[in-house]
């Protein structure tokens, strides 16, 4: 599948994962994987069998070469990531779980090989047969240059008719949001499909005061003709120009909530592809979003195709 015609293009930084079990400041094992909310909705998506591609900046590193790798397992198309000659590295994240499971992400990413990511990066790999662009918040939040690529891309895709996913994914760490506000606002505009957190509509809806119906039905009028509210445990509601639709999270024992979000992007994109009906779009979501809750790690547990009935079995079932 990894040298198929992408029918997503995902674009964004990836980069090299260190997790710690206990506090960094004490030391001991860490380990070692790749993240990056982009190409983890692509690996959600190869694996239920949709042939996509991840677009980005690794370093000429031995990181960089992790990533690439690590995409190219999971039948993700990396033909048009770039290799950074230019001396910058690959992006890196370190994170360490506390107290009640409260978990501290770390980001090493300034004067990364991701946030040097070009339109000239991106434009290339939307080719005939690609159906859906994903863009997340993120990687506008990393410089002026990559905040200019997404929204070029953004708007090649509407003119080659090509749908627009944007998750806003805001990112405290990265930019303010002021900043955030003035740069994601002109990419709902072309936006087919938004996806956001409650908090994150104000970041996004014309008016920071208007409460949740109110800024929803006001971004309805402004571009996405989707727009999905997500709400962690509480579930989803979807909203179009025919009606609201809500959806309860799947019920599974939590071990590791990062990722779950890009688990519920990939499951609703899937859904998408597939033609099914708003319901359903957003239950295959929930279900991939469990799958990645109940598994540590961001993308390691996001289930396949045949996966996807394993929550309807009874607790405790063995498949033999």
Not at 144 to 151: F, G, M, R
Not at 162 to 187: F, G, K, Q
Not at 253 to 265: I, M, S, T
Request: aromatic share 4%; net charge negative; glycine share 12%.
């Amino acid at each position: 599948m990894s040298g198929a015609v992408p029918q997503v293009v995902t674009v964004g930084e990836t980069m090299a994962a260190l997790r710690a079990d206990g506090p960094i400041r004490l030391g001991g094992t860490m380990r070692l994987s790749v993240a990056g909310a982009e190409s983890n909705v692509a690996i959600g998506l190869a694996r239920l069998g949709h042939p996509v591609g991840w677009v980005g900046r690794v370093g000429d590193d031995e990181f960089g070469a992790l990533v690439l790798r690590t995409l190219r397992a999971e039948q993700v198309n990396v033909g048009f990531a770039r290799v950074d000659r230019d001396g910058r590295p690959t992006g890196l994240l370190a994170s360490e779980t506390g107290a009640r499971d409260l978990v501290k992400v770390g980001y090493y990413r300034s004067g990364s090989a991701g946030s040097a990511l070009t339109a000239q990066d991106v434009l290339p790999a939307l080719t005939p047969g690609v159906r859906v662009l994903h863009l997340t918040g993120i990687t506008p939040a990393l410089s002026e240059e990559a905040a200019d690529a997404v929204l070029a891309a953004a708007v090649r895709a509407g003119d080659l008719g090509i749908t627009v996913c944007l998750d806003v994914n805001y990112r405290t760490r990265l930019w303010s949001v002021a900043e955030a506000r003035a740069r994601l606002r002109p990419l709902v505009r072309r936006a087919d499909v938004l996806v956001a957190s409650a908090d994150e509509l104000p970041l996004v809806a014309g008016a920071p005061a208007l409460d949740e119906p109110e800024a929803v039905a006001e971004l309805l009028t402004r571009g996405p003709g989707e727009v999905v509210v997500t709400r962690g445990a509480a579930g989803a509601t979807l909203t179009t120009a025919d009606g609201t639709v809500d959806q309860p999270a799947r019920r599974v024992p939590v071990v590791d909530v990062v990722g779950a979000g890009d688990a519920f992007v990939a499951g609703y994109l899937s859904g998408l592809l597939d033609g099914l009906a708003p319901p359903a779009r957003l239950h295959r979501a929930a279900t991939t979003a469990a799958f990645a809750v109940a598994t540590p790690g961001d993308w390691e547990g996001l289930p396949t195709r045949r996966d996807l009935h394993l929550l309807d079995a009874p607790a405790g079932t063995t498949l033999r």
